[in-house]
């Protein structure tokens, strides 16, 4: 069953639509990821789920009920704040007990639920602290288990690793998809972290100036990506425009490019006769091949510990390769070609 | 080496001044409030020779000094509590929400403080009993004093709630909380160090004021400063009017201290770690 349904939902602020007709499903135990540069409506579409905006049209359902106008407060939803906005006057057990205090829960309701979630999380420690005498990490578990404490039908999640260190994001990214798939929770996860949407969703909305580009699992999005700000935003990826030349076979293409003809494998057609297509730099594959040959200077190259970037340039079009040898030293020009199964059709040329 | 000579010269200055403002005028005037009747202090006694508490005893018995100090303690707090009242909604409006103009409201609100006491008191009074409060002369005054300090109230509590931190509201809202709750939980904690600072203000404030206390209220009001005036004019007896300053200053200085105190050690509690 759907947890959440959102329905055609538009929020506009004065002449500026922040989200524009973006419709999805989160199902029982699943972990949904928004993920999209700065400014492309994820928050604003996070607080029209949670209730704190409501949308200039369409609809919002928790649970099969209509609750596009419930306000937060009455709203089955609980939230992770980016700043974690724990109450710095209250010791760690009062902010985890604080929902339940709302809903007036028996004294030993709340002692058995705190409990719980205060070893889930490893706070039982902590639980007499203030929130500023503990670290980041601790905040940030304190922040989601009061969301927990409350059992709500989805958890909301606002970017809540942003603050914190990138060794600790990794544990916390475990973590935090551990607990919801304990207790099946339905999820919604904003971030503008590529790598951390890959890491923790089944699905992942990639949004776009208040749009849904795309959606799909990290798999599905990161190899068949369907546009150039897909490819660009997932992963690296080199960008080329190319018109079709021909048909080969079923589903091979011939198309024509800056840097040579390719000869393109893809399970769907071209969208247009123009087009723009895209490989990923790691699938370059060394020394010359049967197809898609290319031989190019190196203008530069960036070591990155367990592969080196090199930028290749053919007739004024930089290309990225992704070398995973060491003794590279002597190299100034490259040997290589691309698989027609690496390359993909992106959309059309405008 | 420079440095150093700076600094010392900076820590022997603020001395200095301390001296010069606070040591001396209080030395003397608790000096010249025990000077005991049968004896002047004339110049060549570098002490009072004589000293007791009979002016206080006699200041307390014969003068006006009880009502004074009981309406001057009446009238400050409520002073500060009214202005902090009247002050909430504008503060509110400008630590809270958005709309154009803010700034230039800001600095409006701010500008009453240019216009010196006395005129304004002697303008404000008008007012005053045209609205028919000369009947009623403590809540003329407590109404005066509360418009008066208005500007600091407004201004204090406009920075406190700027302090209060939209997502902790959201946070409480979202976990179920009443607007009551929300304000407990959310709003409270930031504006206490305001609201405290805001009434000790007042407070202070409206003890020391003269102007309108007089202006309204004599002859038959009394405060403190009043009190004080009357005992400066034409029977200016010098021990008496230490006598009354001291009243007058003390548990200002004391209120002060606790201030200071107490705005120091707001502070650790309104953030909550990063963010
Ligand atoms: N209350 C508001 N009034 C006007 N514009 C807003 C408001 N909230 C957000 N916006 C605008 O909507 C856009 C999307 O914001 P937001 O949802 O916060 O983006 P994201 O979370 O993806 O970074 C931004 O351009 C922002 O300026
Ligand atoms: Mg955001």
Redesign the interface.
Known sequence: MNTVSVQNVSMRFGDFTAVDDVSFTVADGEFVTLLGPSGCGKTTLLNVV?G?LQPSAGKIEIGGVDVTFV????RD???C??????????SVAENLQ??LK??RLPAAERKQRLNDVAEKLDLVAQLEKL??Q?S?GQ?QRVALG?ALT?RPSVVLFDEPLS?LDAKLRESVRLEIRKIQADYNLAAIYVTHDQGEALAMSDRILIMRNGKIEQSGTPTEIYNFPQTSFVADFIGDANILDATIIGQESEDFWRVSTEIGELLVKSDTPPIAKRLKICWRPENAQFGAGEMNSIEAPITHRAFQGNYTDLFIEMNGVAQRVQWRRSHLEDITSLSMNIRPEDIIFLEAMT | MKRFSLNKMLVWSLFGICVLWLVIPFTLAILWSFVDPSEPWTPDHLLPPVMSFARWEYLWEHSSLKVAMLNSYLLAPSAALLTLTLAMPTAYALGRLHFKGKEAVKLLVLLPLVVPGFVTAIFFTAILFQMGLHAWRFGAILFAHSILFLPYAIRIMSVSFEQVRQNHIDAARDLGATPFARWKVAYFPALKPGVMATLLIVFIYSIEEFAIAFIVGSPNFTTIPTLLFTNLGANFIRPNAAVISLILVVPNVVLMLFLERLLKSANPALSSGKG
């Open positions: 949670s704190f306000p937060p407060e009455k939803t609980a939230m704040f980016q700043s974690y906005a724990l109450f710095p006057h209250l604080f929902g709302q809903k929130p500023n503990l980041g905040q009061r409350m603050n």
